[in-house]
């Protein structure tokens, strides 16, 4: 690769850098994160464990959101360096390792600007997750539970905390659902993608003649409330059922009724929560679920969209959005935007950044369309 090529492609991500610190607010973020120091410094922090811990996880998804633009932007740096070094000396195998870290970086930098894409009212929220078995019998319940653990894997791979609020189990194995809050800026807008309803297609563990089974699961995503959001739910709307905690196997996890379930009596929509050790944050907790899906409700109709913002799906055949095969191949293909992948271990260990970035590129093209 000749030098003015290497010059003119660095100029080109350097860039794009500057349209996504822009676009992004990274000096916001920085802002942020020094008031968030301040607060995290303050002997009295854990006087309020809710706060504490809200104002701690942010701060923590803020500085890995800031860390990966800071890392990148090093990185375009000393890939200057080297190719200036390369040229200089004629050494061929910097220039290679130039050209391996050039294809490299411009993939991070993909990624990392598919960020800017997410600019709808919600989008750079934090995200309340939703799984639940659909068809199937104990094959889509034991492929919820993998649902989950996919997602949180996804998450602790970006640093991201997670926070579990409700885990159903099935009798036998799996999840009947689950409910839980990943923190992080723009977690809304990246993860909203996923709602809808996935499939599974494997040899069954639990058949013992070894047949085939097909299984469903669906997500729903919705954005966590802030303060500034308007959303009156009165008391008598609500109907309040508290109920023992179980863990796997039907076992007894707490000796009080400390799970709490709250049912929107005009919509019928059901949250549960009981992660928390009282009652009383459990209902808190439930409260602040329930919230969050009446606004996605709420807005959802104002703008005649629901499935768009609140992927509310039947789970079942017909409405699914991804396969996962297993058997008689493997694979896992999003059925909207064509994005498969051959090894579904790692799309199960939390390897979605390629199906997410797909799902936003396609979300943003169809939008595009609409309005057009």
């Not at 459990?282 to 709420?298: D, I, P, R, T």
């Not at 799906?313 to 493997?330: E, I």
């Not at 090894?343 to 797909?358: H, I, K, M, S, W």
């Amino acid at each position: 690769m000749a030098g003015p090529d290497y010059d003119q492609q660095i100029k080109t991500l350097q860039a794009t850098m500057f349209t996504i610190e822009q676009v992004l607010d990274i000096a916001e973020m920085r802002r942020e994160i020094a008031d968030l120091g301040e607060q995290v410094a303050a002997p009295d922090l854990w006087d309020d464990q809710d706060n504490a811990t809200r104002v701690t996880g942010r701060l923590s998804a803020l500085q890995g959101e800031v860390d990966r633009f800071d890392s990148l932007t090093g990185r375009i740096e000393d890939l200057e360096i080297m190719v200036e070094l390369g040229q200089e000396e004629g050494d061929a195998e910097a220039l290679a390792d130039a050209d391996r870290e050039l294809a490299r970086i411009k993939k991070s930098v993909e990624v990392l600007e598919v960020r800017t894409l997410l600019n709808g009212e919600y989008d750079a929220r934090e995200a309340l997750v939703s799984i639940r078995a659909g068809a199937g019998g104990v094959d889509a319940a034991d492929f919820a539970e993998t649902l989950m653990r996919m997602y949180v894997r996804w998450a602790e791979q970006h640093k991201y905390p997670v926070e579990v609020y409700e885990t159903s189990y099935a009798e036998e194995a799996g999840l009947k659902s689950a409910t839980f809050a990943i923190h992080a800026p723009y977690a809304y807008g990246t993860l909203s993608v996923e709602a809808g309803t996935h499939r599974l297609v494997r040899i069954s563990p639990f058949d013992n003649q070894g047949r085939r089974q097909t299984s469903f699961a669906a997500v729903e995503v919705v954005p966590v409330l802030e303060q500034t959001d308007e959303i009156d739910v009165p008391d008598e709307e609500i109907r309040v059922d508290v109920y023992r905690s179980g863990g796997p196997g039907g076992q007894s996890v707490n000796t009080t009724d400390s799970a709490v379930r709250l049912t929107h009596i005009p919509t019928g929509t059901v949250v549960s929560c009981q992660n928390e050790k009282s009652q009383l944050q459990n209902k808190a907790s439930a409260m602040v679920v329930l919230k969050a899906k009446l606004l996605a409700l709420k807005k959802a109709e104002e703008k005649a969209h629901l499935d768009g913002l609140r992927g509310d799906v039947q789970a079942s055949w017909g409405d699914q959005m991804r396969n996962y095969v297993l058997n008689p191949y493997q694979v896992v293909k999003d059925l909207r935007t064509g994005f498969e992948v051959g090894n579904p271990t790692a799309v199960f260990d939390g390897d979605l950044d390629g199906f997410l970035e797909a799902g936003i590129r396609w979300r943003r093209g169809a939008d595009q369309a609409e309005n057009n």
